[in-house]
């Protein structure tokens, strides 16, 4: 027995060094899609200080205080992004890892309903306050269930494309968190979410008949799930007025959404230039969290905003690339989970700021203020290149017995 469980621990150590040698050693990252984070880090970065200053000294803070907070936060994010691109993303696809990347999320989610421990602010609860330090429990779960949907659609892939056995308990596991975001509320997370799941089962082969009923019958219950809420909540009711007619109640409920198209409106095509932005000297709210991206189209113009678009739809088109080209499966699942939802998450908070789609509350990536949420989509991107890393490995400068036949991607019956 003895010699058993050794010979099982030199084992499992010999698979991490030739992972971590194959990793560090011998593989290359996509330097593209490095390229477009770091891009959008930095733009978001400067953005982030131009919009907060004048708040910041409004609540008696240094002007720079909240860039700094915000490139502290950066760093943090940069090494979890640096060690996860050396750390083998196969790590995530261990069964304890993937179902605690579910598990954890969702009692964290139960506990913002803990009296003491959830914060509410502005009608919502959506924040866990550990001392003076708060965060969404959300952001964990908008990570955790690619994770966890990546691992139960690898190992279930067979059935995918049965109802009973495959979409009905995806969605099962969906409409706890679904049902649990909605109750804060929050909104944005939840569509957010959904529509990442969403996607991650079209690719993992699903039925397409079934998909699209499916799909029918989501949206229409999302659609009765505002209609509810709406009635229930005032600021819902506010925000659909804003989107409505933004200029209806210019002083009141809809102040916010009209500044926001002010600002836009007033950049012109190449803007009023960095750091003169009028919209921020207290006209415009919340500059440095959900509505920083009409601060860059009032000072950077059609120019800046485009740029801003063209970074994310490169993000976007280099992780689906990545994906493509994956190693396995799972790494694939991954990649487009991770990248979907951050282009997801892009796009809606341009909709909003532009009253595209009613205001929801949700951050643009790299841009908006927010330590949890800035630290996690960098730890995001950088399984994603690790993903990219493992892809693109050399084992012919490898020794003979730590070579392993690439497995490809099997994606008979799927959607892909």
């Known amino acids: 027995m003895a010699e058993k469980e050794t010979a099982g621990k030199k084992r499992r150590l010999g698979d991490m060094q030739l992972f971590w040698r194959r990793g560090v ?58 060690f996860l691109c050396m750390v083998d993303y196969h790590f995530f696809q261990k069964k304890l890892i993937a179902i605690g990347a579910y598990v954890l999320p969702l009692i964290l989610l139960v506990m913002v309903f803990i009296p003491g421990i959830g914060v509410t602010d502005g009608g919502a609860t959506r924040w866990i306050a550990i001392g003076s330090f708060n965060f969404q429990p959300s952001e964990t779960m908008k990570i955790g269930m690619v994770i966890f949907y990546s691992y139960v659609i690898t190992k279930n892939y067979d059935n995918m494309r049965y109802f009973l056995r495959g979409m009905l308990p995806m969605l099962l596991a969906l409409l706890v968190p679904a049902a649990l975001l909605i109750k804060e509320p929050h909104i944005s997370a939840t569509a957010l979410i959904v529509m990442t799941c969403i996607i991650l089962i079209f690719v993992g082969g699903v039925n397409l008949k079934q998909f699209l009923l499916i799909g029918i019958i989501g949206a229409a219950g999302a659609l009765l799930v505002v209609s509810i809420m709406s009635r229930n909540y005032d600021y819902i ?3 659909i007025q804003s989107w409505v007619d933004p200029f209806a109640d210019s002083q009141g409920n809809t102040w916010q959404t009209c500044q926001s198209l002010i600002a836009i409106g007033s950049g012109g095509l190449f803007g009023l230039g960095l750091g003169e932005s009028r919209q921020k000297y207290l006209y415009l709210p919340e500059t440095k969290n959900d509505f920083v991206f009409s601060i860059v189209c009032e000072e950077l113009g059609l120019v800046g905003a485009l740029t801003v678009v063209l970074l994310f739809t490169l993000l976007v088109i280099r992780g689906f690339y990545i994906a493509m080209r994956a190693k396995d499966k799972f790494g694939m699942l991954m990649a487009i989970g991770l990248t979907s939802h951050i282009g997801l998450q892009a796009f809606f908070n341009i909709a909003v700021v532009s009253n595209l789609i009613p205001n929801t509350g949700i951050s643009l990536p790299f841009f908006s203020y927010g330590g949890t949420a800035l630290i996690l989509q960098l730890a995001e991107m950088g399984i994603v290149l690790n993903i990219s890393r493992v892809r693109y490995q050399s084992p012919q400068r490898a020794p003979a017995a730590e070579r392993a036949p690439q497995a490809e991607v099997q994606l008979q019956g799927g959607n892909v």
């Open 25 to 82: 050693q011998y593989g290359e990252v996509d330097l593209p899609f490095f390229l477009i984070v770091i891009a959008l880090l930095v733009m978001g970065i400067v953005m982030m200080f131009s919009a907060s200053y004048a708040w910041a000294i409004a609540e008696g803070k240094e002007g720079s205080y909240y860039a700094v907070s915000q490139m502290k936060n950066a760093g943090l994010g940069l090494v979890l992004m640096l």
């Open 237 to 239: 009711q506010k925000r």
